[in-house]
């Protein structure tokens, strides 16, 4: 392999409060109410410190170090919303070195949902829309850069998604390179969306998690892992441009500096050089495919299975996503804070929290979980959207059961009044064949 595109998901949440359901009649501001700013700003600051400003300053150096010795470095990074707007509150040393890095315009950044949910995976593809939307102008206004690959959620993808996200103007997008989706070929290739000009972009997660997972595993096989023994690897690979997309945290955090993955990071672009490997970016690999693939069922980068059950495996999770649907039309009519409330619970990682598994995803899970368990992590955050929805209805004066709209066997939405059950008509005209029954439920 003589090509390859290193990226990092940049994502911190707005963590509900942990003492919500032992503490419910906190006093104060609506977001102060539910989301625990204390932890949140001590949490990034904490990254900010171990990784986000001194990783950023390492590749802000060696695209420069290249640049004056007649070479390139590029890297790509896939930004959160919200970790955007914690960095405008919290970071703005680390907001700068990102402007930094778009202006060596050696660095792509990918469009994804502002709030990094799981609106994609919902029948109703509105508030995806909206939230891949709101992304891209906060990108726009922040850095002056509208994406042209998109990245969702976890890599959660299929044909669907895919599909929504041609349809906003994307050119194409990082999909996991799982073996059920490839078929046998290799993800170190271009592939072309079939029955359309979409490209996708398999990451190559063996190599990824080398270097996420295992690099201070002491008891691996290969450790220490090395920039040089890396590069070697890369460049050994059969294919033709490979795809190594880790957390940004990976630097500094999950592995502290002391293990010396800073210095890998430092030493990586200048040991594919001599390997002769061109560090390249998405969008120039994606303009190259030619070969044409399926996207069958849903996928995404985490755990064994790869699918969607890291957020929607058990009935918890599927509980508090049902709980989130039913929260989404009271939210909008209300705007505001509580629209924005309502999307920071949107947010994965609180379905994250709630994963029950057993041996190496468990373990990793249990590692990124706010909570000491999934189900006091269930509890907590179940009561507090619940007393939040509670909250909405009774300044909407809503006092009645909610009417659920279906589409080939799936919620396609919820409405509590009539203004919101024609607001759903009018998503999907063919919604109108429950007219009938709504004119009872309005009696």
């Known amino acids: 392999m003589r090509r390859v595109a290193i990226g990092f998901e940049v994502h911190q949440p707005f963590r509900v409060r942990r003492d919500f359901f032992w503490n419910p009649r906190l006093r104060g501001e609506l977001l102060d109410r539910f989301f625990d700013t204390m932890i949140n700003k001590e949490i990034f600051e ?25 070479s390139e ?63 891209r102008s906060l990108l726009k206004n922040l850095f002056n850069y509208i994406p042209q690959i998109f990245e969702n959620t976890e890599l959660l993808s299929n044909l669907s998604i895919m599909r929504e996200v041609k349809s906003l103007g994307f050119k194409g997008a990082l999909v996991e390179g799982k073996e059920s989706l490839l078929k046998g070929r290799s993800p170190n290739y271009p592939y072309i969306l079939k029955g359309t000009d979409f490209r996708l972009f398999f990451r190559n997660y063996k190599l990824s998690d080398d270097v996420a997972f295992r690099f201070s595993n002491r008891l691996w096989d290969q450790y220490p892992l090395t920039a040089e023994k890396f590069a070697n690897w ?22 502290y500096e002391q293990s010396g993955i800073m210095d890998f990071l430092r030493w990586l672009p200048r040991e594919l050089e001599k390997k002769g490997v061109e560090m390249v970016t998405p969008s120039e690999v994606l303009s190259e495919a030619s070969e044409e693939i399926e996207l069958e069922g849903l996928s995404s980068w985490a755990d064994v299975r790869k699918d969607e059950s890291g957020w929607l495996g058990n009935q918890m999770q599927r509980a508090y996503d049902e709980l989130v649907l039913r929260a989404e039309l009271p939210s909008k009519e209300l705007g505001g804070d509580f629209l924005k409330a309502w999307r920071y619970f949107s947010t994965s990682d609180n379905y994250y929290y709630m994963y029950v598994g057993e041996g190496g995803p468990a373990e990793v899970h249990s590692y ?17 959207l619940s ?40 998503r999907d005209p063919s919604m109108k064949q429950y007219e009938k029954y709504l004119e009872e439920w309005l009696k």
Request: charged share 30%.
């Open 73 to 135: 470095v590029k890297f790509f990074f896939s930004l959160s919303g919200t970790l955007l707007e914690q960095a405008e509150r919290w970071g703005k040393d680390f907001l700068d070195l990102l402007m930094e890095l778009r202006y060596t315009n050696n660095v792509e950044f990918l469009g994804q949902t502002y709030y990094h949910s799981l609106a994609g995976t919902w029948e109703d593809k509105t508030e995806f829309r909206e939230q891949v939307e709101a992304h």
């Open 387 to 426: 007393m939040f929805l509670s909250e909405e209805l009774e300044r909407l004066g809503v006092r009645k059961e909610p009417f659920f709209f279906y589409k080939g066997g799936r919620k396609f939405g919820v409405a509590w009044n009539d203004e919101e059950a024609h607001e759903v008509m009018k």
């Open 46 to 70: 904490r990254v900010k410190r171990r990784c986000y400003v001194p990783a950023t300053k390492i590749i802000l150096d060696e695209i420069e170090r290249a640049h004056e010795e007649g």
């Open 368 to 384: 990124f979980n706010a909570y000491d368990s999934p189900v006091e992590a269930f509890i907590n955050e179940f009561y507090a």
């Open 234 to 255: 890369i460049s050994q690979s059969e294919g033709y441009s490979g795809l190594i997309f880790v957390d940004y945290e990976t630097f500094g955090e999950h592995h």
